[in-house]
């Protein structure tokens, strides 16, 4: 996207997806907090669900209001994000208009950017709609890497094979997938936790695994002892990491 | 591990395992930069691969040698580090040292320390042979995580299922993986290149991937036109990011 620097004396405002990691606020990359320090105008997901509000509150503290604009964008609250475009391109022409002041835009999301976040769908809508629109994604530290830190159970070292998968999936696919990687990831794993417990049992897989929920927030919890979770309601922000 | 607070007056020392990120200083977590800055000791391995000093070389500008030892610890460069032990345990022992002395040790290590990281040669001896000593882990942003970001190919988004690999697989496993998968990420794909490229020309994937070398470093380079890569010597520290 060439800019015409030389006739255009205002500079192109730039939309910044910013990974804020997990939870602690010490997890931010020095990036992301002197982008979400210097922006005029912080973006940020909400629905019903904590996890939207929670991007905001960990980056609460280097958020000056008498400066900076926080604009909280209400979405509703569903299974997954699909058939909600009439909300995001709302949205996105939102932000656009920051953007046509001239004003950089800051969308924060938990974790990473490029990992199962919200900023995909919207995005998705940028690149349709407003392409001209430059974007900067700040990576950010993953649900992923945190919960297996905070389960001291490694990801993968020398030739280890990872698999992450969301909650849609099979038992058959499921214990395929067990059979062939090393560590197994599963996201958002409170939907299906009795069934998942069940597969690692027959597969005498119930020992090697740690359930880690709100990684990187005070309400952080590693549970090793699966059997306690049976039957629970369990918390959103959830994941199962599972090792041979 | 309880430690008897009240009749040890001296202050225990502990080991940092900190994730550097993939190359950009700004890519070091608050939380990485607030430990560099402070302990007396800081730890990186080196061999004869760039890879080592690299980690040294993100972080350099946080560290003030004139009140902090950089103990550099030399380890010969072979493909995986499995029969290297009696390296790791001279080097254990030579941190075990510091922390004797109540100096705390931040050990570096590109990427993040759980992942495919040298430091979990270590974090085994350490396990092993100095188990009183405590060990925190710092997470990184990971060189998966930066060059999804840097070729702009999110790594999962809703269902998405995916794959991390080492290099080390057959042909029949490789395509199975990516008929099943929706992202395929391959590590240090440097050595097997030409292989993997034939593969994704015969499944028609070959115009869906990334090539990514020295993500986050003042060399880092993106490679959409595989074909230019086939039968050149690629650098060490590279990976694919395939997409369905």
């Given at each position: 996207m060439p800019l015409n620097v030389k006739n255009e004396k205002k500079r192109v405002a730039k939309i910044y997806a910013v990974g804020v990691g997990p939870g602690d606020p010490e997890l931010l990359t020095r990036k992301a907090e002197r982008i979400i320090r210097t922006v005029p105008v912080i973006c940020t997901p909400t629905g019903t669900a904590d996890a939207s509000s929670y991007a905001l509150s960990i980056v609460e503290e280097f958020i000056d209001r008498s400066r900076q604009e926080v604009l909280v964008q209400v979405f509703p609250m569903r299974k997954?994000?699909?058939?909600l475009d009439e909300f995001w391109e709302k949205a996105a022409d939102e932000v656009a208009e920051r953007i046509g002041q001239g004003l950089d835009v800051a969308f924060i999301t938990i974790g990473d950017p490029f990992l199962y976040s919200t900023f995909l769908y919207l995005y998705r809508i940028f690149r349709k709609r407003y392409s001209h629109i430059p974007i900067e994604v700040v990576p950010g530290i993953t649900s992923v890497g945190a919960a297996s830190v905070a389960a001291g159970l490694p990801l993968g070292m020398a030739s280890d094979r990872i698999a992450i998968l969301p909650t849609t999936y099979e038992d058959a696919e499921l214990r395929k997938t067990f059979r062939e990687f090393d560590t197994v990831v599963l996201m958002k794993v409170n939907r299906v936790f009795d069934r998942v417990y069940a597969l690692l049992r027959e597969l005498g897989l119930d020992k090697n695994a740690a359930f880690v929920r709100r990684v990187g927030s005070s309400d952080e919890e590693v549970v090793f002892d699966l059997a306690t979770l049976v039957g629970q309601k369990l918390d959103y922000l959830s994941l199962l990491i599972v090792k041979k």
């Open positions: 997954d994000q699909e058939g």
